[in-house]
């Protein structure tokens, strides 16, 4: 009697040891990597319970000029899956990834359903993009996608849906993640959008040609921009024109960017009624968090409240 009950208690133990040690067995979480802050804001709602999300560039660094560093290349060596703009934006990213076997690369602009904006030459036409579709050309259309709030949401349902792909264990969760983050992101740009209403006519100027979906989505009164590069110099015929529409707007509110701080702002400014005020569309100072993206976009719409009060 002995020898048959203790088999059964090996058997029962030995199982109870593999089900203790199942869980260290269990595939680790893809390593996810974004290539700029705002979208490191939203993967960090969809990567909540299950992983964390890493950043590319360093703060206070271009998309549009960044040039590659040995640190770069090893987060992109250690990433199961990157996501970026597109090469509109991200242009020295497009050749280092499609000699990169290992990560996933998803260019946001061209797998999310985005409303998208024509380049500065026709801001109003909207194009309806989808995951699929060929016709996107190298600079048509406004590669600032993330300042949209409905592209946002759009780009949070790619990411969970990319994920669940590449990590079915926790499908569940990315699926909620993108289920509170759409709700939240909702809510917020609600009251955004009726903090804004009598604020429409307000004449407002920004440092770059970057704030198309902003200006669209809250139906800002946006007269015109510095820069369409932020690394170029504006000529002095585009200056002395800001200034003349500068002096015609009367009480308006000129936006620079932390990261430049031109002394021809100061110098156009002066003697104007406008007042000068800080907006950054690369949410450098915003924490990491699962509701990081709703504090950038509060904080663009508070600045800009804030000074056009005055």
């Known amino acids: 009697m002995t020898l048959s009950i203790k088999p059964k208690i090996m058997i029962w133990l030995a199982g109870l040891l593999i089900s203790l040690a199942l869980p260290a067995w269990s595939k680790e979480p893809p390593k996810v990597l974004t290539s700029i802050k705002p ?14 999300a890493d950043v590319l560039l360093p703060p206070g660094a271009s998309p549009h000029s960044h040039s590659m560093k040995p640190s770069d290349a090893r987060k992109l060596y250690e990433a199961d899956i990157i996501f970026w703009v597109g090469p509109d934006m991200e242009t020295f990213l497009e050749k280092t990834l499609s000699g990169s076997k290992k990560a996933v690369s998803v260019p946001l602009m061209q797998e ?12 109003e036409e909207v194009h309806d993009h989808h995951e699929g579709e060929n016709e996107h050309h190298h600079g048509e259309y406004d590669a600032h996608i993330w300042l949209s709030p409905n592209n946002a949401i759009a780009m949070a349902k790619t990411m969970s849906e990319k994920l669940s792909k590449l990590d079915p264990e926790h499908k569940k969760q990315y699926k909620e993640n993108y289920k509170s983050f759409k709700k939240s992101v909702q809510a917020a740009d609600k009251l955004n959008n009726t903090k804004l209403t009598k604020f429409h006519d307000q004449p407002m100027f920004v440092f770059h040609d970057a704030y198309g979906y902003l200006q669209k989505h809250y139906k800002l009164n946006v007269v015109d921009y510095f820069t369409i590069n932020p690394e170029q110099q504006p000529g002095a015929k585009h200056l002395t024109r800001l200034q003349e529409k500068l002096k015609k707007a009367g009480n308006s509110c000129v936006f620079r960017e932390p990261q430049f701080q031109p002394a021809y702002i100061d110098r156009i400014t002066g003697g104007t009624d406008a007042s000068v005020a800080v907006l950054d569309p690369l949410a450098t100072d915003i924490a990491v968090s699962p509701d990081g993206y709703n504090q950038f976009i509060n904080g663009l719409v508070e600045n800009i409240i804030t000074c056009l009060k005055n």
């Open 39 to 52: 979208l490191q804001l939203i993967a960090a709602s969809i990567t909540e319970g299950v992983t964390s």
């Open 112 to 123: 999310s359903k985005l409303k998208l904006l024509k380049s500065s030459e026709g801001k």
